[in-house]
């Protein structure tokens, strides 16, 4: 993977990181483009602007645009917060070395959203200011493993810790997996569907990957408590050969 002091590089640099996350093939960046690869074949490619090209022949079918869509959506996202980041001026506060880095990317309401970009990867936090602006409290941190998901994760953070949106608005992360599930559950399910209803469940179900940082590991986790919920039941159900049954 080629790097430059160049914004435009250090945001391919980090799209290259976040396609990576989702198991999407990518090429070496060279001449500040990013080429995309899927089984075997170029798909597309990212300019360092966040801009997207794509090889027409090798987009055919509905797994390839779907690809397509996915890289579009990462690509775009990266660019935004990179941007961001670029213009956003140095966050300073007592008890917060100057080396650092923090941007302020937007405050509302003593609420601080903040980010800077390491060697892993682009990392936001939401703060509160304390001590008549002068200092920082409770810090929510994000990143920078998760990508554009960990982006999204801490604007939402800012949105319900500074009162631009309520709570109530919105759904936490365990709410949103068991939707997730269900969905999933009524998709592949026998029962038959519309399209209209198959195409909102389905973008519904894109839109909570978008918001769940870690949505496979949160799965894994809900399907192993109901894994061990029925082993649970199902012991308690099962007599011993005296007739007793395990409690």
């Not at 790097?3 to 198991?23: F, T």
Request: glycine letters at 10%; hydrophobic letters at 35%.
């Amino acid at each position: 993977m080629q790097n430059s002091e160049k914004g435009e590089s250090k945001c391919l640099v980090e799209a290259a990181r976040n396609l990576a996350r989702e198991g999407i093939v990518t090429e070496p960046i060279a001449y500040d483009t990013l080429h995309v690869t899927l089984g075997g074949k170029r798909l597309c490619w990212v300019t360092g602007r966040g801009d997207i090209g794509y090889y027409k022949e090798n987009v055919a079918d509905e797994a390839a645009q779907e690809m397509l869509d996915h890289v579009r959506d990462i690509a775009q996202t990266t660019r935004e917060y990179m941007t961001q980041l670029e213009q956003a001026p140095p966050l300073s506060a007592s008890g917060l070395a100057s080396e650092a880095g923090y941007g302020l990317l937007s405050e509302f309401n003593n609420i601080v959203l903040a980010g800077k970009v390491t060697r892993y990867g682009a990392q936001f936090v939401t703060w509160e200011w304390v001590s008549e602006r002068t200092g920082l409290y409770q810090g929510n941190y994000y990143g920078p493993s998760g990508g554009v998901k960990e982006y999204a994760a801490a604007k939402r953070d800012f949105a319900v810790r500074s009162g631009l949106l309520p709570s109530s608005a919105l759904f936490t992360q365990e709410q949103l997996t068991e939707v997730y599930r269900s969905i999933h559950g009524t998709l592949d399910g026998d029962i038959p569907l519309t399209d209209e209803r198959r195409k909102a469940l389905e973008s519904a179900a894109g839109q909570i990957e978008k918001e769940v940082p870690n949505l496979a590991e949160q799965i894994r986790l809900s399907n192993r408590k109901e894994q061990e919920l029925a082993h649970q039941l199902e012991a308690i159900d099962t007599p011993t050969e005296g007739g007793m049954k395990f409690h």
